[in-house]
């Protein structure tokens, strides 16, 4: 009977798919460069997808109860500000979600049965931009930025659309390179009705700009930290670059920011089960 593989060879096959597919998309933004003539060319959004396939997997696989899900839709109905008072609705499609899941659980106490009921709770969303035009630090922090911007539009929908939700977390991603943080709900309280057009989609531009003055990154992580956008101030998170030390460490505090929304929301839900 052949053997079940051990946690040591999961991580090691994830890692070698994860490094694959980095050096395969490094190689389709040089061929997109060689046939557009355009030197800073950032590639496609969607050559990503796969490796952050393999990386949230990566994360998710070691906990039961953790599964990463592509593209949840998030639909919130609203009664629009300074408008004629008629119902708005808006959808926003994030590129990735964690959630999180308790199936039905029966637990005798004092002679009783008691049913704990199957739910599901989504616990992280990510949005995935295209890669930086090159690895300086200022056009790391423009491409995360961008996928910020976004992320900041998609939650103010997840809280418009869950309104007893307090927190999510979540993650930049822009290439090879991520950010996260945990978003709460009472940073997105003003402005949170207005009905502007397509509030939740920002394309990606990319063709970026090369910078004016290229500066080298390590491969650890950005040697300065990103200014991390959310409505009425900044709060700084630093940015890291898949397959480092740094990056590996900090997915265990990806986790742990998720395991601690339970605290930050004032929810027992999972109370019986942990993380």
């Known amino acids: 009977m052949p053997r079940l593989p051990s946690a040591q060879q999961i991580i090691a096959i994830y890692s070698d798919k994860e490094c694959i597919s980095i050096a395969a998309n490094r190689a389709t933004i040089r061929e997109t460069r060689d046939s557009t003539g355009d030197n800073t060319h950032r590639g496609l959004e969607f050559i990503w997808y796969w490796t952050w396939d393999i990386v949230i997997n990566k994360i998710t696989w070691r906990y039961i109860s953790l599964s990463k899900i592509p593209q949840p839709r998030i639909t919130s109905v609203f009664v629009a500000q300074g408008g004629t008072g008629q119902e708005r609705w808006k959808t926003c499609v994030p590129d990735f979600g964690i959630v999180r899941h308790l199936d039905e659980e029966v637990i005798e106490m004092d002679g009783e049965e008691i049913v704990f009921p199957a739910k599901s709770k989504l616990v992280a969303i990510g949005e995935i931009k295209p890669a930086p035009s090159d690895d300086s630090v200022a056009m790391i922090k423009h491409a995360i ?27 930049s991603v822009a290439g090879e390179y991520w950010s996260f943080q945990t978003l709460h709900s009472k940073n997105f309280k003003d402005n949170a009705n207005i009905d502007e ?61 998720i395991r601690k929304l339970e605290a930050v929301e004032g929810s027992k839900e999972f109370d019986y089960m942990p993380l």
């Open 145 to 171: 930025t961008e996928a910020t911007m976004t992320l900041s539009k998609q939650a103010r929908t997840f809280f418009r659309a869950y309104p007893k939700r307090k927190a999510i977390v979540g993650i």
């Open 197 to 257: 057009p397509n509030p939740d989609y920002l394309p990606s531009n990319p063709s970026s700009s090369v910078s004016p003055a290229p500066m080298s990154i390590s491969d650890q992580s950005s040697p300065d930290p990103l200014d991390f956008l959310s409505p009425g101030k900044a709060i700084e998170h630093p940015i890291y670059r898949l397959r480092t030390t740094n990056s590996n460490t900090v997915m265990d505090q990806l986790v742990d920011a």
